[in-house]
C-alpha cells in the first residue's frame, strides 16, 4: 500500500491544476510583470487574476491582497507593520498563548525592543474567551493578533467577535488563517479584521508564496525596501509562477470548499471515534470546540509521541507530534501545554490533519495500525507498567 | 558481531561522525534492515555565552552534525530520524556532572550517558520503533560466553581507540542488544571503508572533548548552567591547605579542581604543588607534592558485574581508574555493604551480591580521582567496573 499521508495542516500536495496553470510562466511566459512590454504585460494579467482570486476566497477586494513568500512573512508583515508604523511611545500587542511561531516569535522580537505583549490564555479546548482579550486591552494596545484557527488541535477562535472588541477600541486586528483559508468560508468584512494571513502551501498551492489580505486604508511600514511592487507594501520582481499557483489553488478552495470540508469532516470523525474507541486511554484535544473539519489531535497517555510517529512511520503511516524544531527532533508543544495538559501528556499527542487527496480507505489503514503500534510502545514503556499494574 | 542476524531491524545511534557512520553504512551493506537514530541531547540555544569561539561546528548536537547523518542516511538509502533527549540527558548526564563537581569528584559523563541514555532509553525507543537491537560506533567487542551464560564486553581490537572504559555500566540485557561493529577494525580500517562506500563523512575530523562542553571549559560551564538554574555558583570558595594543615591560599570554586592538578592553584611555593585531596563539605583544597598523590587502595560503589554475575572472594585483575591510565595490576576484593538495617543480617544480604568492592593495586597510582570509573579487565575482558568512592 501507498504511505499513508496524514499531515495536511503541515503542508499539502499541489492541486494538478495549480501546477499545470504555473507551467508556462517558469519558461515561455517569463516575464517580469513590472515591465511595459507585452511579456510582462502578459505576467501581470496572470498576477492580478490570481489576486482577485485571493481577494475572492477571503472577500476582500483585489486591491487589498498583498503577496509574500509565504505565511511566515505575511504574519511578520502584518505585526512589524502595524507595530513599528505606529508612532506612539508606548505600545502594547494583544495575541494568545496558542500562536503559531511565526506570531510568537514576532511578539518576543518586538518584546526585546520594548513593546509590551499581552499573551491571552486559552481555555482547556483550546479556545480564547473574547472577554479576555477585552480586558487586555489598553490605552497604548496597538494591535491584537489572534488566529483564525490553531495548526495542532484545528480549533477555530472567536474571530468575529474579537473583531467588534478591536473595532470598538479602535484596535488594528490581524489573523493568521493560514489553517482556514480554503477550508472554512472567510470573509473580512464579518471577521472584522484588518490584515489576514494565508499560505499557498497549506491550500494545494506551491511553497514559497502566501498572501496577506491589508484593509484599505491601513497604513503599515514594509519589512523590505526596493522598488514600488504591491503598492510599495512588498518590493521584489513578483514571484508570477507562485502567485498563478497560489490564485488557481485560491480559485479551487472556493469551488471545492462545502465538498472537501464535510467529506474531510466525516473521515475526521470516523478515525476519532474509532481511534478512542480503541486505544484504552485515548482522548481528544479540543474536541468540544468548533474546529478546522480536517484536524484532530489525540492523547495516547504513557507513549512518547515522537516514537509513535517515527513507528507509524515506518509502517507506512505520516502524521506529527509537537513542532519540529532546526534539527528534526520535536520540541514540546506550547500548544498542548496552553491547554493545560501536563508535559507527559503533551509529548504523548498526535495530530492526524486530512485533505483533498485522503480517501476512506487510508482512514480505515490508520484505524488499523495506530491501535497496534500504541500497544506494542505501551509494553516497552517504563511508565506504563505502573498504570496496569494499579489497576 | 555474533549476535547479529539478517532478519533483524538495527538501529544505528548516529552522531554524524565517522565512526557511527561507518557502523549505519556497513550494516547496511550486509544487508541489514537499519533505522538511524540521531540523539537531540543538548539544546545549543542555551548557556549562548558558552559559545564562545568554538565553531559551530564542533559544538553539542550541532545543526551540521544531524545534517552529515541525515546525507549518510540519504547516500545509503534508510530511514532515519531524529529524537529529542534533551530532557533525559539533563537529569541523567548534565545533571550529575554539574553535581559531582561540585561535590569535589570528577565525573565522566560519556559512561553516564551510555548506561542512563544511549543503552537505556535510546534503546527503548529502539525496540519501541521496531529494532530488536542497537548498533554504535564504540571501539569495543560485545560477545556471548556460552560456558557462563554470560555476555562479555571485550577491549576493541583497535587498544589506542578503545572505548570499553566508558562502557562497563552496561547490563546483561543491555549488552545482549548491542552490536559494536568497529570493534574489530582500527580507525584506520574505518577511514578507509568509510571513503569505500563513499560517506560524505569520510574526512570529517575527530571530536574529542566532552560533547556539552566543547570548549573544555568546566568550571565555565557549571557556573553558567547554575546561573541559569538559579543557584549561587560561587559557594564553592574556600581554603588551600597542605597535607600538613597550613593554609597556604584560597580557591575559587572546589568544581575547577582534580586530583593530581597543578595548573590553576596560583601558589607561590617553592615546590610544585598537586591537589591531593578535595573535601567538599570544608570546601577545602588539600595539596602536596607528586609523592602524595600515590595510594595503592580505593574502593569502587555501584559496581557493574559483567563477565561475572558477582563477585565473592578477591580474584586479581588489571585495572583501569581513567581513560587514558595504562590498567595496573590490583587485588579486586568484595565489600560487604553494611545493611540499612543494622542487626537483622540474617542472610538477607547474602541474597543481594555487594555492588562495593576494594581495589588493592601492586604498586602505588597516581591520582586516584573520585567519580572516575575503575574498570576491571582480565586480559581483554571486562570484569566489572564501577565509580570510584
Redesign the interface.
Known sequence: MKPVYLDYNSTTPMAPEALEAMLPYFAQEAGNASSIHSFGQRARGAVERAREAVATLVGARPAEIVFTSGGTESDNLAIFGIVTHSPAPRKHVITTQIEHHAVLNSCQALERDGVEVTYVPVSTEGVVDPADVRRALRPETVLITVMHANNELGTVQPIAEIGRIAAEANVYFHTDAVQTAGKLPIAVEELGVDLLSLSAHKLRGPKGVGALYVRKGTRLRPLFFGGHHERDRRPGTENVTGIVGLGRAAELAAANLATDGNRAAALRDRLERELVARVPYARVNGGQAPRTPNTTNITFPF??G??LV??L??KGLACSTGAA???????PSHVLTAIGLPPEDARASLRFSLGHETTGEEINYAISVVPGVVE??RE???VYQKPAAAK | MSNATSTDTIVVAMSGGVDSSTVAGLLHRQGARI?GL?M?LWNQRRLPELAGDAPVAHRC?S?DD?YDA?RVAEHCGF?Y????F?RQFEAAVVRPFVENYLAGRTPIPCAQCNTAVKFDELL??A????AERLATGHYARVSRNDATCRWELWRARDAAKDQSYFLFGLTQEQLARTLFPLGELTKAEVRETARELRLPVAEKPESQEICFVPSGDYAQFISAYLEEQGSAAGETSGEILTTEGEVVGAHAGVHQFTVGQRRGLGLSTGQPKYVVRIEPESRRLVVGDDCELFRDTCEVDEVNWISVERLDAPVRAEVKIRHRHEPAPAWVEPVPERPATGEENDGMSAALPSRRVRLRFDAPQRAITPGQAAVFYQGESVLGGGWIR
Open positions: 507513549v512518547e515522537e516514537a517515527i513507528a512511520d515506518l524544531c532546526s534539527a528534526g527532533a520535536v520540541e506494542h510502545l516497552l514503556s517504563p | 533505522i540521531t537531540q548536537c545543526l544531524v541525515r530511514p530520524y531524529v529524537v529529542n534533551e527503548v525507543t525496540r519501541q520503533i521496531g
